[in-house]
């Protein structure tokens, strides 16, 4: 053998060793490289939901003071069941302080809710239509929690100005059996 071929020799062998380490070493090596960056690519994405439902349960705390909060002051607005005489009094000297002349009140049928019930009373009133709204603007400003609905006005044909209300308000107490 000449000192060429054995150099081509040499250098065939150096290829197949380098073709060789690549097949079997480098690039399974690679592959692995890549799968294990995908794994900790996932396992940092998890990281960060994780960091942020942390986050989020934290505040959650903060959420249910707040809500605690206005609780309380919902149920501060409800009075209880045995003040609904004195609630209707007040309804009664709002009405009549705007000159409004009660004609009826009916309790209706109580509504029992948890956490609470609603009285609803028919009232039907007569006056004019100003005393109707400075009386429902008073309403409105009662610190008890107060709905009307079903609120019908008609003239009286027989004077000016005047009006008949059919109306039903509820009022709402606290439910002592909840």
Known sequence: MTSGSRKV?????????????????????????????????QKRTKLLEL??????????QNQLDKVEEAITVFESKLPPASDIHKILEDVTKIAQKHGLMPKTIRALDAKNNRGYVEQPLKMELHGNFNSYYAFLLEMEKLDRITKIRELSLKKQSKTEGQTEATFIVSIFFQNISA
Request: proline content about 2%; hydrophobic content about 55%.
């Open 51 to 60: 960091n942020k439902a942390t986050a989020a349960a934290s505040d959650l």
């Open 9 to 41: 020799i040499f250098f065939i062998l150096l290829l197949a060793l380098v073709y060789v380490s690549y097949a079997y070493m480098i690039k399974p090596a690679n592959q692995h490289l890549a799968q294990e960056k995908v794994k900790v690519e």
